[in-house]
């Protein structure tokens, strides 16, 4: 006989006694058979086991009860003739049907389950004020309460349940500038329901052990050394989920190390028509420049999570240079050293119009919230501006028509976290005209809007299953209103709600690819009270979806108005039928309830993702110092062609991001094995005004595209007019060709990995990306002190910045007429008039050309900007701008508006006059307006300070806008200029020519360019939509 002990492991030790305190009950134990097969062969005795036994001995209860006795497991006290009523209810005072009622003991115990109405009794819960009940709903935060002390024995509580939802990050850790032996506060704010209770901190992707750092939401650094450089970043946990905040850089440098690079980086601004400069063969001046990043400056006293002074890398040194011109000298401010100074403080502004989708007509007076709170209130034609909170990260706004016309839309509106506005136009859904349904009957409404194509799902009502927000079911007529966004329809992608993200069990953010999202509202017949509706199905058509991994990781999703993110509703199940007498097809089934949200989304997790770099220049030269900020580069991505196991042409993202001062990378969705897998539609806008791609046709041309061969190719690039000369020329289209890691020419843009965001963000401007550009206008625009109105943090306090307060932005312009048979160049030279700092001192030049009145041959007119009087930067004490009027050519001033006389005869001094070919005058103090020709608008901004007075200007009032110049309303000046003859070339048209001439013989800037400075060119016959 085989000896099988050998085969067996030792016997384990027997379990606890199962049995209560002095009840019998059953020990076990086991043992494991060792062989590898033949189990039967060798181990053929038993491995497991029980015998009888008694329970612990019991203790005594010590347990006493002020009211009623203790119960059996001396665990809670008991009153049988108490009974407690209880009603639970949800956020919007709909019943808590099936919500789960514990006592909390030892171990929670199940006591009852919510009815159908919310409604729960407790018979024997004593009122003595020291029992707690917790109450559990499925996706609801759990509520606790405690019995409140009564003499009563019929007691009645009320509970509402909050929804649960994972943690949002307010506020990440803020970047900071330390020397080694200093201190440091990182601090990161998280809110949610349930609340967060759980923080832990990361050093460059790795846990900072809590026991030794003693950290909660705060994290405290002391005695800093070189090796703690680096990014920091929080995750928010609790019951409900994670989120992670956004890294923060904390650099330490040595105790005498110094702050900032003192060598300024190369920065070229671009001169006056007449000024040529042999030197350089081209119409460039290099001034130099300080990148404006965080530094060590004055320490505080304590630990704070916010400085309260901040620190930045600035212009610590300038000095004077004469540039020669035709026939004069412009002085100029160039930067020789750098220096460790206060930032310059900024607000963050976003502006647009919210139109509808269909038409574009206007949502007048809607109402813009932030979270719950409303904050500001579209105009009569759709107009919004909203100030942004310092510490915002993500800006999430919902409109709200308060005529029900459109569907409430909620925004993740990109705006430039250095301060300035950022200008978004709003696109909202106009609501279905609502259809009647009989509550008793089950009722199925299409999710689809193409005529053409089956629709994509239908959602399937059964009879009875509407409800008033008590619980009460409704029976009769429902007015019910069904609007779907159907992403087979290219046009309705920047309709898109939120940005179609979800955070995900660790925190991290992952985007959606949309099959479609629906907007629901249901009401009874008169349209006065909204229903509720429970146990609604979804069916989505599986042969719309023709990426198979998508039909498993298909999932229902609502929209949390308040973060922007979309949450988990539910999942979909496989199952075969034959609807509507058609043939039998494959549905996705998913469960859904319609109470408190109304928006829902039937999406899947993407995680093929990519970035792609875009920069925007203001013109085709495509120079480091033109880049402009502030532009908003959105992409739409489409489905793959037919081919790919794909669907027909769709869209199934849209992403927007705001250039910064190094371009703008944007998140898309892409595919390493096949370059057609996915496409992206690229565009840009600024202002309203949208920008213009570069060129694929006749044949392409990497150099100026920005995109080097092969490259090129494999990405199939293609402008809007490729194919057809007469179609917009301001997007492109690319295959989002993930970049080859055996391929070098493919690892240097314009497609990064999603991995490699650093490397995208930071890359230098010789790596390859696409580009926009303005449509260069006839406007020059010249500083003494070099300022880059996109990048507010450029500003130089000097007595001759054109804006002398970085906050308060004041743009005048002044309104001229030209009686004559060509469109005319005018310049405006502007010189310290009264200021003993600043007097006979330039402080910058404006160039414009007329523009031809449409109903007049021989007219045409000029806004022409000039610099403001008041205050200097020092705010001291004011100055009267000298400035000069001078058309080109043969000119003779006619007129000057009799209100604008009066007022500077009025307002001494009074400027000298001798020359009919110009006009000279000290600059008004006062704003005036359209009756003196002179138009001022102050704002945070200066671009936008511009543009609403070139609107005023063009239009001849004071607070109109128009995009035509309006020539004989509200003029300032008149001038009659002869013809000019057919040598004499438009300084514009030189300028233009020479530029383009010298581009390859112009002075390299350094590779390590980060922000642009200098004039900034704008088009003439544009102006705002305010």
Same mark, same amino acid.
């Given at each position: 006989?085989?000896?099988?002990?050998?085969?067996?492991?030792?016997?384990?030790?027997?379990?606890?006694?199962?049995?209560?305190?002095?009840?019998?009950?059953?020990?076990?134990?086991?043992?494991?058979?060792?062989?590898?097969?033949?189990?039967?062969?060798?181990?053929?005795?038993?491995?497991?086991?029980?015998?009888?036994?008694?329970?612990?001995?019991?203790?005594?209860?010590?347990?006493?009860?002020?009211?009623?006795?203790?119960?059996?497991?001396?665990?809670?006290?008991?009153?049988?003739?108490?009974?407690?009523?209880?009603?639970?209810?949800?956020?919007?005072?709909?019943?808590?049907?099936?919500?789960?009622?514990?006592?909390?003991?030892?171990?929670?115990?199940?006591?009852?389950?919510?009815?159908?109405?919310?409604?729960?009794?407790?018979?024997?819960?004593?009122?003595?004020?020291?029992?707690?009940?917790?109450?559990?709903?499925?996706?609801?935060?759990?509520?606790?309460?405690?019995?409140?002390?009564?003499?009563?024995?019929?007691?009645?509580?009320?509970?509402?349940?909050?929804?649960?939802?994972?943690?949002?990050?307010?506020?990440?850790?803020?970047?900071?500038?330390?020397?080694?032996?200093?201190?440091?506060?990182?601090?990161?704010?998280?809110?949610?329901?349930?609340?967060?209770?759980?923080?832990?901190?990361?050093?460059?992707?790795?846990?900072?052990?809590?026991?030794?750092?003693?950290?909660?939401?705060?994290?405290?650094?002391?005695?800093?050394?070189?090796?703690?450089?680096?990014?920091?970043?929080?995750?928010?946990?609790?019951?409900?989920?994670?989120?992670?905040?956004?890294?923060?850089?904390?650099?330490?440098?040595?105790?005498?190390?110094?702050?900032?690079?003192?060598?300024?980086?190369?920065?070229?601004?671009?001169?006056?028509?007449?000024?040529?400069?042999?030197?350089?063969?081209?119409?460039?001046?290099?001034?130099?420049?300080?990148?404006?990043?965080?530094?060590?400056?004055?320490?505080?006293?304590?630990?704070?999570?916010?400085?309260?002074?901040?620190?930045?890398?600035?212009?610590?040194?300038?000095?004077?240079?004469?540039?020669?011109?035709?026939?004069?000298?412009?002085?100029?401010?160039?930067?020789?050293?750098?220096?460790?100074?206060?930032?310059?403080?900024?607000?963050?502004?976003?502006?647009?119009?919210?139109?509808?989708?269909?038409?574009? =007509?206007?949502?007048? !007076?809607?109402?813009?919230?932030? $979270?719950?709170?409303? +904050?500001?209130? @579209?105009?009569?034609? #759709? /107009?919004?501006?909203?100030?942004?909170?310092?510490?915002?990260?993500?800006?999430?706004?919902?409109?709200?028509?308060?005529?029900?016309?459109?569907?409430?839309?909620?925004?993740?509106?990109?705006?430039?976290?250095?301060?300035?506005?950022?200008?978004?136009?709003?696109?909202?859904?106009?609501?279905?005209?609502?259809?009647?349904?009989?509550?008793?009957?089950?009722?199925?409404?299409?999710?689809?809007?193409?005529?053409?194509?089956?629709?994509?799902?239908?959602?399937?009502?059964?009879?009875?299953?509407?409800?008033?927000?008590?619980?009460?079911?409704?029976?009769?007529?429902?007015?019910?209103?069904?609007?779907?966004?159907?992403?087979?329809?290219?046009?309705?992608?920047?309709?898109?709600?939120?940005?179609?993200?979800?955070?995900?069990? =660790?925190?991290?953010? !992952?985007?959606?690819?949309?099959? $479609?999202?629906?907007? +629901?509202?249901? @009401?009874?017949?008169? #349209? /006065?009270?909204?229903?509720?509706?429970?146990?609604?199905?979804?069916?989505?058509?599986?042969?719309?979806?023709?990426?198979?991994?998508?039909?498993?990781?298909?999932?229902?999703?609502?929209?949390?108005?308040?973060?922007?993110?979309?949450?988990?509703?539910?999942?979909?199940?496989?199952?075969?039928?034959?609807?509507?007498?058609?043939?039998?097809?494959?549905?996705?089934?998913?469960?859904?309830?319609?109470?408190?949200?109304?928006?829902?989304?039937?999406?899947?997790?993407?995680?093929?993702?990519?970035?792609?770099?875009?920069?925007?220049?203001?013109?085709?030269?495509?120079?480091?110092?033109?880049?402009?900020?502030?532009?908003?580069?959105?992409?739409?991505?489409?489905?793959?062609?037919?081919?790919?196991?794909?669907?027909?042409?769709?869209?199934?993202?849209?992403?927007?991001?705001?250039?910064?001062?190094?371009?703008?990378?944007?998140?898309?969705?892409?595919?390493?094995?096949?370059?057609?897998?996915?496409?992206?539609?690229?565009?840009?806008?600024?202002?309203?005004?949208?920008?213009?791609?570069?060129?694929?046709?006749?044949?392409?041309?990497?150099?100026?595209?920005?995109?080097?061969?092969?490259?090129?190719?494999?990405?199939?690039?293609?402008?809007?007019?490729?194919?057809?000369?007469?179609?917009?020329?301001?997007?492109?289209?690319?295959?989002?060709?993930?970049?080859?890691?055996?391929?070098?020419?493919?690892?240097?843009?314009?497609?990064?990995?999603?991995?490699?965001?650093?490397?995208?963000?930071?890359?230098?401007?010789?790596?390859?990306?696409?580009?926009?550009?303005?449509?260069?206008?006839?406007?020059?625009?010249?500083?003494?002190?070099?300022?880059?109105?996109?990048?507010?943090?450029?500003?130089?306090?000097?007595?001759?910045?054109?804006?002398?307060?970085?906050?308060?932005?004041?743009?005048?312009?002044?309104?001229?007429?030209?009686?004559?048979?060509?469109?005319?160049?005018?310049?405006?030279?502007?010189?310290?008039?009264?200021?003993?700092?600043?007097?006979?001192?330039?402080?910058?030049?404006?160039?414009?050309?007329?523009?031809?009145?449409?109903?007049?041959?021989?007219?045409?007119?000029?806004?022409?900007?000039?610099?403001?009087?008041?205050?200097?930067?020092?705010?001291?004490?004011?100055?009267?701008?000298?400035?000069?009027?001078?058309?080109?050519?043969?000119?003779?001033?006619?007129?000057?508006?009799?209100?604008?006389?009066?007022?500077?005869?009025?307002?001494?001094?009074?400027?000298?006059?001798?020359?009919?070919?110009?006009?000279?005058?000290?600059?008004?103090?006062?704003?005036?307006?359209?009756?003196?020709?002179?138009?001022?608008?102050?704002?945070?901004?200066?671009?936008?300070?511009?543009?609403?007075?070139?609107?005023?200007?063009?239009?001849?009032?004071?607070?109109?806008?128009?995009?035509?110049?309006?020539?004989?309303?509200?003029?300032?000046?008149?001038?009659?200029?002869?013809?000019?003859?057919?040598?004499?070339?438009?300084?514009?048209?030189?300028?233009?020519?020479?530029?383009?001439?010298?581009?390859?013989?112009?002075?390299?800037?350094?590779?390590?360019?980060?922000?642009?400075?200098?004039?900034?060119?704008?088009?003439?016959?544009?102006?705002?939509?305010?």
């Amino acid at each position: 006989l085989q000896d099988s002990k050998r085969f067996l492991s030792p016997w384990s030790k027997w379990s606890e006694c199962s049995g209560k305190c002095g009840q019998t009950g059953v020990q076990k134990r086991t043992r494991s058979c060792l062989a590898e097969r033949l189990w039967g062969a060798h181990c053929n005795e038993v491995t497991e086991e029980g015998r009888l036994c008694i329970g612990h001995v019991c203790s005594a209860c010590n347990l006493t009860c002020t009211m009623g006795r203790v119960n059996a497991d001396c665990d809670a006290c008991m009153c049988e003739d108490a009974t407690l009523h209880g009603k639970v209810s949800l956020e919007d005072g709909s019943p808590a049907a099936e919500a789960r009622v514990y006592l909390q003991a030892k171990k929670l115990k199940l006591l009852t389950t919510a009815d159908s109405g919310g409604m729960f009794r407790i018979p024997g819960v004593c009122p003595d004020g020291k029992n707690t009940l917790k109450i559990k709903k499925a996706k609801y935060v759990t509520a606790t309460v405690t019995v409140p002390q009564s003499n009563k024995r019929n007691l009645a509580i009320q509970v509402q349940l909050e929804r649960s939802g994972k943690p949002y990050i307010l506020k990440s850790p803020d970047d900071k500038a330390r020397r080694v032996g200093q201190s440091v506060s990182l601090c990161c704010n998280a809110v949610g329901s349930p609340a967060p209770d759980r923080y832990l901190w990361y050093h460059n992707g790795s846990l900072l052990d809590p026991s030794i750092y003693k950290y909660k939401n705060n994290l405290i650094l002391k005695n800093l050394n070189r090796g703690q450089s680096g990014e920091y970043f929080c995750k928010a946990s609790s019951d409900g989920g994670s989120a992670k905040s956004q890294s923060a850089k904390l650099s330490v440098i040595g105790r005498h190390e110094a702050a900032c690079n003192p060598q300024p980086q190369s920065h070229l601004i671009q001169l006056p028509h007449d000024c040529f400069q042999k030197t350089t063969n081209s119409f460039y001046y290099d001034v130099g420049k300080c990148p404006a990043k965080i530094c060590a400056g004055k320490p505080d006293k304590g630990l704070r999570c916010k400085d309260n002074t901040s620190y930045c890398c600035g212009v610590s040194k300038m000095e004077t240079r004469e540039i020669s011109c035709d026939g004069y000298t412009l002085p100029t401010k160039v930067a020789v050293e750098c220096g460790c100074k206060k930032c310059t403080e900024t607000r963050k502004t976003v502006r647009g119009r919210a139109i509808a989708a269909d038409n574009g =007509e206007p949502l007048r !007076f809607g109402h813009i919230y932030m $979270g719950n709170k409303r +904050v500001s209130m @579209t105009g009569y034609k #759709g /107009t919004f501006s909203v100030h942004i909170p310092a510490d915002t990260e993500r800006l999430v706004l919902t409109f709200v028509d308060r005529l029900q016309k459109f569907v409430n839309t909620t925004k993740v509106l990109p705006f430039n976290e250095k301060g300035g506005a950022v200008f978004h136009e709003i696109k909202l859904l106009r609501k279905k005209a609502p259809v009647t349904l009989e509550s008793s009957e089950t009722n199925v409404i299409s999710l689809g809007e193409m005529e053409e194509d089956d629709p994509i799902a239908e959602l399937e009502i059964p009879p009875y299953a509407f409800y008033r927000k008590n619980g009460e079911v409704y029976t009769g007529k429902v007015k019910a209103s069904v609007t779907f966004l159907d992403p087979r329809n290219i046009s309705t992608a920047d309709v898109t709600q939120s940005d179609l993200n979800f955070v995900d069990e =660790e925190g991290d953010v !992952f985007p959606l690819r949309t099959y $479609g999202m629906f907007s +629901v509202d249901f @009401t009874d017949e008169l #349209g /006065t009270e909204s229903l509720n509706a429970g146990e609604v199905k979804v069916h989505l058509d599986t042969a719309q979806v023709k990426m198979p991994e998508h039909l498993e990781e298909m999932k229902l999703w609502s929209l949390n108005p308040e973060t922007g993110l979309w949450e988990e509703e539910g999942d979909f199940s496989l199952e075969k039928s034959r609807r509507h007498k058609r043939e039998e097809r494959t549905f996705l089934v998913g469960n859904m309830e319609i109470k408190e949200r109304r928006l829902f989304n039937l999406d899947v997790p993407e995680n093929r993702r990519c970035y792609i770099k875009v920069r925007a220049y203001r013109s085709e030269r495509f120079l480091p110092s033109e880049q402009i900020q502030g532009v908003v580069i959105s992409v739409i991505n489409t489905e793959p062609e037919p081919g790919f196991s794909s669907n027909p042409r769709a869209w199934g993202r849209f992403d927007s991001v705001v250039t910064g001062p190094n371009g703008a990378c944007v998140p898309a969705f892409c595919d390493e094995q096949n370059p057609e897998a996915y496409a992206a539609y690229i565009l840009a806008s600024m202002g309203g005004e949208e920008l213009e791609a570069v060129s694929s046709a006749p044949k392409l041309n990497p150099n100026v595209i920005g995109v080097p061969q092969p490259y090129l190719n494999k990405l199939n690039y293609r402008r809007t007019d490729h194919e057809d000369p007469s179609t917009k020329k301001t997007a492109f289209s690319i295959n989002m060709a993930k970049p080859s890691p055996n391929s070098p020419e493919e690892n240097n843009g314009p497609i990064y990995a999603y991995e490699n965001l650093k490397e995208c963000e930071e890359a230098p401007y010789s790596a390859a990306h696409f580009r926009f550009y303005r449509i260069e206008g006839d406007r020059y625009d010249y500083n003494t002190v070099p300022f880059n109105e996109d990048d507010l943090m450029s500003w130089t306090d000097d007595y001759l910045a054109w804006w002398p307060k970085p906050m308060e932005f004041r743009a005048c312009y002044i309104k001229v007429k030209i009686n004559g048979p060509q469109e005319v160049n005018i310049r405006s030279r502007n010189m310290g008039g009264t200021h003993p700092r600043t007097i006979g001192k330039l402080y910058g030049i404006r160039d414009v050309r007329s523009i031809r009145a449409t109903d007049q041959p021989n007219v045409s007119a000029a806004c022409l900007e000039f610099k403001c009087s008041g205050m200097l930067y020092d705010q001291d004490r004011v100055d009267r701008t000298l400035v000069k009027v001078i058309p080109q050519g043969s000119c003779r001033r006619e007129s000057v508006n009799s209100m604008l006389h009066e007022y500077l005869v009025n307002h001494l001094p009074m400027a000298t006059n001798n020359d009919s070919s110009e006009y000279t005058m000290l600059a008004p103090l006062d704003p005036l307006g359209h009756n003196y020709g002179i138009y001022t608008v102050t704002d945070q901004d200066p671009r936008i300070a511009k543009e609403i007075a070139l609107g005023r200007c063009f239009d001849g009032t004071s607070d109109g806008t128009s995009r035509t110049m309006k020539s004989d309303i509200g003029v300032a000046l008149t001038f009659t200029c002869s013809e000019r003859s057919a040598a004499e070339q438009s300084i514009f048209q030189s300028q233009r020519n020479s530029g383009q001439q010298s581009l390859l013989d112009l002075p390299r800037e350094s590779p390590a360019y980060r922000r642009p400075q200098g004039s900034r060119r704008m088009r003439a016959r544009r102006s705002p939509t305010y």
